[in-house]
């Protein structure tokens, strides 16, 4: 189980860090909601029904569960894994920026589409370009 080239490498960041971000809004999910640029309300102050904290709390928790997925294809050399993520990375890209240009989501959540699109990019790259030396 070791890193063989630069498309494992991108996808074990990638893990590290969705690993990290995950953590993160497990134990503090109004951390998540300041850095995407949500107004963080304090939990006091929510009213009933207001689901927002579990709705950051699930979405930590798949964001955990995905990074181990990903450091466990790059640990064991799962190509077809990584070919899997570049569309389906730039299309999360294309729904979190339509939010954004919506007027859904506020413009520091396009930051999160700019992850997954400079990671499908980076993984897309470092493929093509492993598949041309063979």
Request: hydrophobic fraction near 55%; charge should be positive; aromatic fraction near 14%.
């Amino acid at each position: 189980m070791k890193i063989r080239d630069a498309a494992g490498w991108t996808i074990f960041i990638f893990g590290i860090l969705a690993i990290l971000l995950g953590l993160v809004g497990l134990i503090q999910p109004e951390i998540l909601l300041s850095i995407l640029g949500f107004e963080v309300i304090d939990r006091a102050q929510r009213a009933a029904g207001d689901y927002t904290i579990v709705f950051m709390t699930a979405s930590s928790m798949a964001s955990f569960n995905m990074g181990i997925y990903y450091v466990f294809a790059a640990m064991n050399d799962v190509k077809i894994f990584y070919r899997w993520t570049v569309p389906f990375r730039t299309l999360t890209f294309i729904v979190f920026s339509t939010l954004v240009i919506a007027g859904t989501a506020p413009l520091k959540f396009l930051g999160v589409g700019l992850w997954e699109l400079t990671g499908a990019i980076a993984t897309g790259v470092a493929l093509y370009l492993e598949n041309r030396k063979k």
